[in-house]
T-cell receptor, first 115, second 115 residues
């Protein structure tokens, strides 16, 4: 159990366009989902915490208007990178957590390349 | 706030030799501690976790870790390295209370297994 999927796994887009990444918990209800960004050869940087039915909490330095997060159901959270620029190119990973359980389960990641 | 320190970004180990990855944590409250493994272009997979029961925790793939409060450590070991153990390993810490459940990751250890 505790499988998390992400879609798409890879996406290439033009500068100025918006890209939506989906994160789904397949076999459990995720009251909290997290979005991370990972640069090459680096650790994970938490971008935001998303609770179902409420606004996401963004980490310091993360632009909420640029990285729109929606957690509309207990199994789905989306991250939309708006007006993407080449510097937004990165590996984006989500994780999901059940209420009362300490473990975060991670998705396989989405590789975003902005040209 | 919680944090973890992983020293030595690259760790080389001979096949069949002991794998030892060090993790020291800083936390003002009793923490949860985790080790995750990441294979290239993939998400993170949970290896093992410490939540407050036994201080010696056994995980998947033959790995184990020991929580030592006196040393604020949670080092990861495997008696005999296998070629398939080549990957990136992350130590992470979180608090125990709701609202304090964000994961703080170490910088990671890239493990190279030498035949």
């Amino acid at each position: 159990g505790a499988v998390v999927s992400q879609h798409p796994s890879r996406v290439i887009c033009k500068s100025g366009t918006s890209v939506k990444i989906e994160c789904r918990s397949l076999d459990f209800q995720a009251t909290t989902m997290f979005w991370y960004r990972q640069f090459p050869k680096k650790s994970l940087m938490l971008m935001a915490t998303s609770n179902e039915g409420s606004k996401a909490t963004y980490e310091q330095g993360v632009e909420k208007d640029k990285f729109l997060i929606n957690h509309a159901s207990l199994t789905l959270s989306t991250l939309t990178v708006t007006s993407a620029h080449p510097e937004d190119s990165s590996f984006y990973i989500c994780s999901a957590k059940k209420t009362g359980v300490e473990t975060q389960y991670f998705g396989p990641g989405t590789r975003l390349l902005v040209l | 706030a919680q944090s973890v320190t992983q020293l030595g970004s690259h760790v080389s180990v001979s096949e069949g030799a002991l794998v030892l990855l060090r993790c020291n944590y800083s936390s003002s409250v009793p923490p949860y501690l985790f080790w995750y493994v990441q294979y290239p272009n993939q998400g993170l997979q949970l290896l093992l976790k410490y939540t407050s029961a036994a201080t010696l925790v056994k995980g998947i793939n033959g790995f184990e870790a020991e929580f030592k409060k006196s040393e604020t450590s949670f080092h990861l070991t495997k008696p005999s390295a296998h070629m398939s153990d080549a990957a990136e390993y992350f130590c992470a810490v979180s608090g125990r209370t709701y609202g304090n459940n964000r994961l703080a990751f170490g910088k990671g250890n890239q493990v190279v297994v030498i035949p």
